[in-house]
Every structure is written in structure tokens, then in C-alpha cells.
């Protein structure tokens, strides 16, 4: 099937020549003019519908409709909910990702991602820390407190220094940070590191204010997961220009919503191939265990998409240990095993451990049926209960179910059986 | 009666330290290295775990 090869070589090429930059954050509305109409919530994860949603996303929603003010508190937020107030959608649907629950509301800033190659933009809100966070599905004071002060005060700041920047280069820090010990999700401590190294001259040269330059660099240099978002917003510029290659076995997006895990297939369009959504097993803060464990959950594996996360573990021998992975030693047999299902690798983002090699680039529907191996990926773990936030970090694998579905469609398709 | 060209190779076969690599079951390798004989297990499964219809697609895919 050479037209299958084919295909999947401009998927690839598409992906490789991404030249994703963060060039501004601005209002969701703005960026996404249907967040306008009709109380539109955008989710992680392919669509789903209120009853089926996870604790977590339904505590998110109760938040995020307080937050738009929608709802007189969470109560009335999830009554409101469960009698079809709110229109939910998938980011996915509207150029956008976000981790974990993903919540993206008109008022939600969201930083902008620019693929200079393409032309395309992609959104993703700004990371809020760890713990007791919304995207977690926390929603209580100091969780709509802290993004209020995000929308008012970190947003606008960032907006005007990344305007005066003329933008930063998100391939290079990617690059950079692999050889630093960053997968790029559950490690990007080098990665926020140099983005603030890079953004913070501009923010001191555009503030007005003493205190919120001091708060606004405090949030971002204290919070070592702040590039996830970042990261996940170039994962969707580089991975859209690649959607719609007719005959093209290539993954374009993997997201799960707490309930179902869905992938999209290039030559597929846009359909969702999903399966129930696997439990992480991993490492639980103190006080915590996989009882208290929420499935998997997110928009984040668009880093998986692109090559990083699970896929670059060889990279971050660190974040093996994190995620209870197994030994340092171990890191590199998981980026081994992702070649395996990968088209290509990347030669601009190498692992310097693994004498250099690019990280697996490309997953192809036809190489996972095939072996056997389903992607990796390296995930933060949510309570099952709505609004108290992470309790966790591990690693999943990607249900075997959509590959093989997909498989199915797509020899529909191309007229084989 | 002579023997075969076969026989021959085969006795020559066992006459040397053998390097032996096994295919599928592990079991094959776990009695040879009981045996203390030098073994490599081939991590190897049949296309998508054996199902005839997944693996017949896959051919057909140019997988």
C-alpha cells in the first residue's frame, strides 16, 4: 500500500516542520468566538455527555460555571448542569487542549500557540500548580481565586511581554529541555525554567507594578509543571496541520475524559475512536492510594502525540521514579518500546542518553495492532471525588480497543476486508 | 546403509558449543538454560495477538 506510505510521510514531515511559538495569552472568547454563545464548556477528552462524567469533571464544571458566573454557588452550578444549562464540547473540537478536567470558558485565558509553518493557531489555559487545582477537579475559594487573579493579573502581564517579544520559540525549549532531563509531562521543571529565563526580561520591561512582576515571577518560577500547558498548546499547533491526510494511518490526537480514552486517526477525519479509559498505576502522595484514584484524565497527551511524555521517558530517567515507572535504568526501554509504534523519530529532539536518538515520532495505528504495545503515557492522578484535586502520578497505557477500531474503519475505508 | 548429508551436518551441529535461539514459548529457553546451554529468547508474538482477522488486515495495510 504505497499510498499508505506515503501518506504517513507527509504526516510526519507535516509534524517534523511544526515551528510551534508562544506569541500571546489572551481571552478564551477571543481566541474561540463560539465560547460566546449558549454557556459553552470545553472539556478534555472526546465528547460525553453530564451523566457519564467523572467526579472530578463534574466538581471542574460546578467551578468553572461560578467562575462565569452562571451559577450563585456549586450547588446550583451542578443542578443547572444536570438539567442541561451548560453545552459541553471537547477543546479538541475547537483548536484548544487542557489538562486534566481542561477547562475552557469565555473568560478562561489561554495562551497562544502559533505554528509558523502552517499558519494555524492552538489554545491552552495557563497552569494553575499542583494540588488543590480545578484541573484536578478542585473548585472551592482558593481555586477560583487563583483564577481570577490569572485572568486579572498574570494574563495581562504575560500578554504584554510576550507582544514585546515578538514571541518565544517553543521547539528549541523542547529541545533543550530534553537534554535537561524533561519529558515534557510529568517533568518540565527545565522547560518553565527556560521559558521564564526567556520571558521574565520582558515582564520586568512592560510591568507597572512592583508587586505583580514579584507575584506574577513567585507563580511561575514556583510552579515546576508550569510548561505543561505550554507544551500542550505547541502539541496541538504541530499535531492539526497533520489531520485530515487522506490514506494516513498517523494518530493526530489521544485525550481522555475520565471515562473514555479516544484517538483520532489522520486519514479517519475527525472521528473519535474510544474504549473505557484505564487506571494509572503509579505513586500516591501521603494519606492517599489507588483507592482513592480517579481513571485517567485529559487533553495532556498531545505530548504523547508529538513524542514526548511517556514516548521521551529515555530523556528523563528522573520522572521514571516519579511516576512509579520502575528503575532510572528502565527510562529508556519505554522510549525503545515507543519506536516500535512510531513512523519516524525527531532529529531536533534528541535524547542525549540514548546516544542522541529522536524521539518516536508519528504513531501508527497499523505498528500497535500489529505488536501488540499501546502508547505510554505519563500522567498525574486525580481523586475520583469532585474538588480535592491530585493525589498522584503514574503511568497508563493508551485501551488497545481504539487502535483496533480505528483499524477496522480504516481498512473500510481503503475498500479492504 | 550411508548416511544422509543430513546426519552428517547435524552430528557436526552437536559436536560444537551451541548458541541456541528460541521462538515463543518461554518455556523453551527456561529448560535449555536449566541445561546451563547458552539461550536467547526472541521476544516475539504472532501479528495482532494472533487474531486472524486483525493480522489479514494488517497484511493487506502493507503492515
Not at chain 1, 131 to 147: A, I, P, Q, W, Y
Amino acid at each position: 500500500m504505497e499510498c499508505i506510505e506515503q501518506a504517513n510521510q507527509r504526516a510526519v514531515d507535516t509534524m517534523l516542520a511544526g515551528d510551534p511559538v508562544l506569541v500571546d495569552v489572551i481571552p478564551a472568547v477571543d481566541a474561540i468566538p463560539e465560547l460566546a454563545e449558549d454557556k459553552l464548556i470545553l472539556h478534555a477528552g472526546p465528547p460525553i455527555e453530564w451523566e457519564r462524567m467523572c467526579g472530578p469533571m463534574q466538581g471542574a464544571i460546578a467551578g468553572i460555571a461560578v467562575f462565569e458566573g452562571w451559577a450563585q454557588n456549586l450547588n446550583d452550578a451542578m443542578s443547572q448542569a444536570a438539567a442541561g444549562a451548560f453545552n459541553f464540547q471537547p477543546n479538541h473540537h475547537y483548536n484548544a487542549v487542557g489538562p486534566m478536567t481542561g477547562m475552557t470558558t469565555r473568560s478562561v485565558p489561554v495562551m497562544v500557540a502559533l505554528n509558523r509553518s502552517s499558519g494555524n493557531s492552538a489554545y491552552c489555559a495557563i497552569n494553575e500548580g499542583l494540588g488543590k487545582v480545578m484541573r484536578f477537579g478542585g473548585n472551592d475559594e482558593s481555586v477560583l481565586k487563583r483564577l481570577h487573579w490569572l485572568k486579572d493579573s498574570l494574563a495581562p502581564l504575560m500578554s504584554d511581554a510576550l507582544k514585546l517579544s515578538g514571541g518565544i520559540n517553543l521547539k528549541n525549549i523542547v529541545a533543550r529541555g530534553l537534554t535537561m532531563g524533561d519529558e515534557m509531562h510529568q517533568r518540565n521543571v527545565a522547560c518553565s525554567g527556560l521559558l521564564l529565563r526567556e520571558l521574565s526580561p520582558y515582564m520586568a520591561a512592560v510591568s507597572t507594578s512592583k508587586e505583580l512582576l514579584t507575584g506574577s515571577l513567585k507563580f511561575m518560577g514556583g510552579n515546576d509543571q508550569f510548561f505543561l500547558n505550554v507544551g500542550m498548546a505547541a502539541g496541538k499547533a504541530i499535531m492539526d496541520p497533520a489531520r485530515n491526510i487522506e490514506h494516513s494511518t498517523i494518530v493526530t490526537a489521544m485525550s481522555r475524559n475520565g471515562t473514555d480514552f479516544g484517538i483520532r486517526v489522520s486519514g479517519l477525519g475527525d472521528t473519535w475512536f474510544t474504549a473505557p479509559v484505564e487506571m494509572p498505576e503509579g505513586l500516591y502522595f501521603p494519606g492517599y492510594s489507588e483507592d482513592d484514584a480517579n481513571p485517567d484524565m485529559g487533553d495532556s497527551t498531545i505530548v504523547e502525540t508529538i513524542g514526548l511524555g511517556g514516548f521521551a521517558m529515555g530523556a528523563s530517567p528522573a520522572v521514571a521514579g516519579f511516576v512509579g515507572a520502575g528503575a532510572a535504568s528502565d527510562a529508556a526501554i519505554f522510549t525503545k518500546d515507543m519506536s516500535e509504534i512510531c513512523y519516524s523519530q525527531n532529529p531536533e529532539w534528541t535524547i542525549p542518553a540514548m546516544d542522541y536518538i529522536g524521539v518516536p515520532t508519528g504513531i501508527d495505528i497499523r505498528r500497535v495492532v500489529e505488536i501488540g504495545v499501546t502508547p505510554t503515557i505519563n500522567t498525574g492522578i486525580a481523586h475520583k471525588k469532585p474538588g480535592i484535586g491530585q493525589v498522584g502520578a503514574g503511568v497508563v497505557r493508551a485501551p488497545m480497543q481504539c487502535f483496533t477500531d480505528a483499524l477496522h474503519a480504516f481498512a473500510d475505508q481503503e475498500g479492504v476486508s | 546403509m550411508e548416511k544422509s548429508r543430513l546426519d552428517s551436518d547435524a552430528e557436526m551441529l552437536f559436536e560444537q558449543p551451541l548458541d541456541i535461539l528460541t521462538i515463543g514459548l518461554d518455556g523453551f529457553a527456561d529448560d535449555l538454560s536449566k541445561l546451563e546451554v547458552a539461550v536467547t529468547q526472541l521476544d516475539w508474538r504472532p501479528p495482532a495477538d494472533g487474531d486472524p482477522v486483525l493480522a489479514d488486515l494488517l497484511s493487506k495495510l502493507g503492515s
